[in-house]
């Protein structure tokens, strides 16, 4: 039976991720979150992990109190989250943190030579050359759970060579704002943003796909993955969701992976590669789609995309600063500090103002962090 610990497990693909587990009867070794104490007892009284942990030190004294009663151990800190990344019993280590937050715990878990099941796209983002790098030298493996990276891992299953591939197509829903230019997007609202048509998820994913970073993330994440070059992953909308990417080969033979948007397919992928079991997401009918439409992705309005190719073609920490940038920038305006068209000036603006560091370490990178939030929190609101 495999032993899974779930990093982030109270937020939507970690709650999803444990309908999976409690579906396949795999046994949880540890769970981690954030803050909330009480969604992260109900599931540890549930899974009996030895152990669980908060990354709020209160949250987690919380947590000891009303888990007394069991043998479940709590942990706290970032240091409580990577140990329960680096445990002995783990084989699988899912990692759904939400941001940047969640790379030291990846790393931990690659040094502890545990196959990781990757939701946190931040990780490859920051550092995807360290991490794919750790992971090649300890030879672990990173399973996609992101539903595009899912898809092309799915679509690569008979690829032969790697040099068989002649790009990589992400597809996009568009977010609650496609369609609209730059002007009409200047007011709108935190919970027009949160609006998203197809996904249901969590609000800084939700806004990132509403800005269009996600994508942008993703293109990075995909390149990482599967070691391509920017310029040969391309974006294109696809407003159903149902054809979650494609893999274009060199004799022009596109294979793709369809389903209903629901994140357990990817998820369970991860979890139980290479073999396939049933699962209680939806089936797909197509004739209840009709038409499935394809339209060129507005790099102009959503000027995060076109930032996030420049930042991987410069290398280094750039793409580290764009994502460090958005972080701080995607929470401004949640907190409804800055407007929606202020997070991808000002990802722009830390690009271009703050120094790359073409080769780097772990240390370097949250140094980037730091600066990149910083710049962010400096000029927010002074355009
Ligand atoms: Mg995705």
């Not at 038409?291 to 920490?317: H, M, P, Q």
Request: proline share 3%.
């Amino acid at each position: 039976m495999k032993k899974i610990s779930i990093l982030g497990s109270t937020g939507s693909i970690g709650k999803q991720s444990l309908d999976v587990i409690r579906m396949r009867g795999f046994s949880v070794t540890a769970l981690t979150a954030n803050s909330n104490v009480g969604i992260i007892e109900e599931q540890a009284r549930e899974f009996k992990p030895k152990f669980v942990a908060l990354h709020d030190e209160n949250a987690a004294k919380d947590l000891k109190i009303k888990l007394a009663d069991t043998d479940i151990k709590v942990l706290s800190g970032i240091e409580g989250i990577c140990e329960c990344a680096s445990l002995e019993e783990t084989d699988t280590v899912l990692n759904s943190v939400v941001g940047m937050v969640g790379l030291k715990p990846t790393v931990a878990a690659i040094e502890a030579g545990k196959e990781i099941a990757l939701a946190n796209k931040e990780t490859l983002v920051e550092a995807g050359k360290l991490v794919t790098g750790l992971a090649k030298k300890k030879g672990v493996r990173i399973l996609p759970v992101d539903s595009e990276h899912s898809a092309i891992f799915q679509s690569l299953g008979g690829c032969v060579s790697h040099s068989e591939i002649k790009r990589l197509i992400l597809t996009a829903s568009g977010g609650p704002f496609f369609g609209k230019k730059r002007g009409e997007l200047k007011n709108v609202t935190v919970r027009d943003a949160l609006n998203h048509p197809n996904w249901s998820m969590g609000a800084k994913i939700t806004i990132d796909s509403a800005t269009m970073m996600n994508k942008g993330l993703e293109l990075i994440e995909a390149a990482w993955l599967f070691d391509m070059p920017a310029d040969k992953i391309d974006i294109v909308v696809h407003r159903q969701s149902i054809i979650h990417s494609l893999v274009e080969y060199v004799d022009n033979s596109v294979i793709a992976q369809l389903g209903v948007p629901d994140m357990r397919i990817p998820i369970q992928y991860a979890l139980t590669y290479p073999e396939r079991y049933e699962s209680p997401v939806k089936q797909l009918d197509l004739t209840d789609f009709g038409t499935l439409t394809f339209e060129k992705a507005d790099e102009e309005t959503f000027s995060c995309i076109k930032y996030c190719k420049d930042a991987f073609t410069r290398g280094g920490t750039a793409t580290a600063i764009a994502n460090s940038a958005n972080e701080e920038a995607n929470k401004l305006f949640r907190e409804g500090k800055i407007g929606f068209l202020e997070i991808g000036d000002l990802v722009g603006e830390a690009l271009e103002n703050i120094s790359v560091k073409d080769d780097y370490t772990l240390e370097d990178i949250f140094e980037t962090d730091i600066e990149a939030r910083k710049y962010v929190t400096e000029r927010s609101g002074k355009n």
